[in-house]
């Protein structure tokens, strides 16, 4: 019996593929369950317009980051901090403090994607955002001394 798989299933293969099966399984066990479908023309060509439709969005989100990352790509952030007499920092400039500085210079980036160690020192650092699992941006962030109000 051919079925099209509906999720992944552990030692017989992933969500829309194709897979043979012994009839008793397929019959009692993955259909009645609602893991697969029988593998009839109508089904395959449903499934292969929905990988379709898939890959075309995933190609337009792609091409979303893609353009999102060149617009990033060079973007110098300055980010001012309260520091002690010594020159130490008061806490540290993490992924929060960077997606507010995008903000204000109209980025709307997710904090969650932004990866850098918390910075605890003056200086000109590298974030790295991750777009997409193929897209990546580098931006510039110099943490600099806060003026002291008087």
């Known amino acids: 019996m051919e079925v099209i798989l509906l999720e ?3 030692g017989l293969g ?3 593929d194709i897979v043979k099966v012994r009839d008793g399984y397929g019959r009692n066990y993955l259909l009645p369950q609602k893991k697969a479908v029988i593998a009839n023309e109508s089904a395959k060509k449903r499934i292969a317009e929905e990988l379709r ?3 075309h969005k995933l190609a337009a989100i792609k091409a979303a980051a893609e353009e999102l990352a060149a617009k990033l790509n060079g973007v110098k952030l ?3 901090v309260k520091v002690g007499a010594n020159g130490q920092l ?3 400039v993490g992924n929060i403090q960077i997606a507010e ?3 204000a ?3 709307d980036i997710d904090r969650k994607i932004i990866e850098i160690k918390a910075v605890k020192e003056l200086g000109e650092h590298t974030a790295v955002i991750n777009l997409h699992k193929e897209v990546k941006a580098e931006i510039s962030v ?3 001394a806060q003026a002291e109000e008087q």
């Open 8 to 10: 992944d299933i552990q």
């Open 14 to 16: 992933y969500k829309n």
């Open 53 to 55: 439709q898939k890959a």
């Open 78 to 80: 300055t980010i001012p």
């Open 90 to 92: 008061f806490g540290s």
């Open 101 to 103: 500085a995008l903000a």
């Open 105 to 107: 210079k109209g980025f």
């Open 142 to 144: 110099e943490v600099i």
